[in-house]
């Protein structure tokens, strides 16, 4: 039995996947493979070609949203902390409040913060 290099969950050997020279469980390798890319024109453009329609937002995008109206703009690790999220969910739900234009991120020195668009 072996043990995932990102989460440390014991993992058999059928259920262990390769990435970049680790071995890692299902949720792991699929959270490397599978991350959104916050600038994507394409999913701009579909998320714009709805904007018609109220968009549906998650708990955790709404959440976001509302502490960034209330307290942005913020960085990561505080968005993170005050909502009780690991980074891995606040960067996905980010990317599809990015591809909506409901929230941005900008360079602050040589950080990023987080606002609304």
Known sequence: MRSCAKCGAS???PETYEFAGESLC???YLERMAKPIT????????????SGKAPQLTDIQGWILNLLKEKGPLQAPE??????ISEA???NNFATLRHMELARGFKDDDKVSYTLF
Request: hydrophobic share 35%.
């Open 89 to 91: 969910q606040f960067q």
């Open 26 to 28: 299902e949720d792991c």
């Open 79 to 84: 968005i993170c902390r005050q909502l009780g």
């Open 39 to 50: 600038c994507d024109p394409w999913a701009v453009y579909s998320a714009r070609s709805r």
């Open 11 to 13: 993992i058999d050997a």
